[in-house]
């Protein structure tokens, strides 16, 4: 950041806080919370991990370093997250790249990633060899990985010139398993094959039913390869995109594709992928962050078939995740993505998740998105730096730590969710989000706040906020006053606010985390 940068900052993050110290609050809004005293009977349990990530294969390596350079700036954020949850998150390698790459056991170079032009968010293609690796042991000790394979046809697979693409699959699977061992949580075998059919991968007649039996051929040799049994509980099914169709028997859908033969002999988990809307392939007028995250009907809209899904895997015994999300699709709109806004949003949407069928959800990253929680490298003329969404991060491993927790949605408004979170069944967090639009510009002293009215027994509790001077901007973010510095380290001291006349204050564009 340039001199003249760091000063508009330090003044606008002056005036932000001098209207907060020399101005009456403006409250607009009361609302009175009555959590009930313990959740609801068979309401969901998550553990401290709920909130994980997912990064895009091609780019584990940039994100984790390797045995001779690790990425420390990576390991110090994930680091940050398990010292204030007590769990580290479960990361997945994954993507539209796993797809595309190919593994060779007698390639020196970890990966070849040729990108088709400098602008391209993505490489074309990605060629491994062994020392890829690396990239899987460089995390704190304790991450678990959920590894992407490919999933090229298993004859004749003339793309990359494959040939015979399940013994391509097996061959990478056996070099990920002995590699990763104890820290392999899953396998997932391709990516969002439910839109393949008709293109360079699969036939027009691709099918789900055809998917689900050439899953269980590829699950079946890999199991048999590692451990010369016919199934081992060791795969992430689906991976579809985001559900939209569940009326009928032939839908892509998880139900569908358990109906079909996905069974829990191999799968211990089901994974569905959602976002907020499209940078891409949109008519009309682009996403904002009024008509997208901070839309709740938005994200209820699109929620709505998770609980419907997650529901049903419940019964099969098959848990149910979100393996791939974020805010806008095709890796992030800048202006919405990359500010303030995503923070906020991701509060909201992981607390609502969490009270439902979803047994956890995976924020997907790459080097060169938008929507990334961090930049792991220096690229395009910055160095490795954490991004709003890390913040959100932050708020949600407070929101989770310990594990054990449970949610009930309190507040369910166009703009505004509130929620409570038991642990061990006894109610001890109340979670309030205000996705009310407040710009930068906007004069400080105006800017609307809503009273939270606690429940008895909460005057001695601790309020941690994540505010900013706007949900524009993506700097003078603050979670419990603290922020993160160019290293990722947590830096200044911690600043708990206080319950004041039996109320809390939520202001347009924050969020607070209530504990008692």
Not at 24 to 43: D, E, H, Q, Y
Request: glycine share 8%; proline share 4%.
């Amino acid at each position: 950041m340039t001199s003249t940068a760091r000063l508009s900052a330090l003044v606008l993050l002056a005036t932000h806080a001098a209207a907060k110290l020399c101005s009456k609050p403006n409250v607009t809004n009361t609302i009175v919370l009555s959590p009930p005293a313990t959740p609801a009977l068979g309401r969901q349990v998550v553990d401290a991990a709920y909130q994980s990530f997912s990064i895009e294969f091609s780019y584990m390596a940039d994100f984790a370093g390797n045995n001779t350079d690790p990425n420390l700036f990576s390991r110090q954020v994930i680091q940050n997250l398990y010292d204030i949850s007590g769990a580290y998150p479960i990361i997945r390698a994954g993507g539209s790249t796993q797809s595309s790459a190919v593994y060779y056991t007698d390639q020196a170079e970890a990966i070849i990633d040729p990108f088709s032009s400098p602008s391209s968010d993505q490489p074309s293609k990605s060629f491994l060899g062994p020392a890829w690796m690396q990239s899987f042991q460089q995390f704190p000790k304790g991450t678990k990985y959920i590894y992407g394979l490919n999933f090229f046809n298993p004859k004749n697979e003339t793309l990359f010139n494959v040939g015979d693409g399940l013994s391509q699959c097996v061959l990478e699977a056996h070099a990920a398993y002995t590699a990763l061992r104890d820290s392999l949580y899953a396998f997932e075998i391709g990516n969002e094959v439910d839109g393949w059919a008709g293109g360079s991968r699969r036939p027009s007649n691709w099918s789900i039913q055809s998917y689900v039996t050439q899953w269980n051929e590829y699950a079946t040799a890999i199991s048999q390869n590692l451990t010369g049994v016919d199934a081992m509980q060791l795969f992430q099914g689906c991976a579809f995109q985001a559900p939209r169709h569940i009326s009928n028997r032939t839908d892509w859908n998880i139900q569908n594709a358990q109906l079909d033969g996905m069974g829990p002999d191999k799968a211990k988990t089901v994974a569905d992928h959602e976002y907020m809307g499209a940078n891409c392939h949109y008519t009309g007028v682009g996403p904002t962050i009024e008509t997208s995250l901070f839309n709740r009907t938005n994200m209820l809209s699109r929620v709505w078939f998770h609980d419907y899904l997650g529901n049903v895997s419940a019964g099969s015994g098959i848990k149910y995740v979100i393996g791939e999300t974020n805010s806008i699709s095709c890796q992030g709109a800048f202006n919405i993505s990359d500010v303030m806004a995503s923070a906020v949003w991701a509060v909201d949407y992981i607390m609502y998740l969490s009270s439902l069928q979803v047994s956890r959800v995976h924020f997907h990253m790459g080097t060169r998105y938008r929507y990334s929680p961090w930049q792991p490298i220096f690229y395009n003329d910055t160095a490795a730096h954490v991004k709003p969404m890390y913040y959100g991060n932050l708020f949600n491993a407070a929101a989770f730590a310990g594990g054990d927790k449970q949610t009930e949605v309190l507040v369910n408004e166009t703009n505004f969710g509130a929620y409570a979170l038991y642990s061990g069944g006894k109610l001890d967090t109340i979670v309030a989000v205000n996705l009310n639009v407040w710009n930068s510009t906007f004069n400080p002293a105006e800017r609307p706040y809503t009273a939270l009215a606690l429940p008895n027994g909460w005057a001695k509790a601790k309020v941690s906020r994540l505010t900013s001077p706007g949900v524009d901007i993506a700097d003078n973010i603050t979670f419990a006053g603290q922020s993160v510095s160019e290293t990722g380290h947590i830096t200044g001291e911690k600043s708990l606010g206080k319950v004041v006349a039996g109320k809390v204050l939520v202001g347009a564009g924050e969020a607070v985390l209530v504990q008692l």
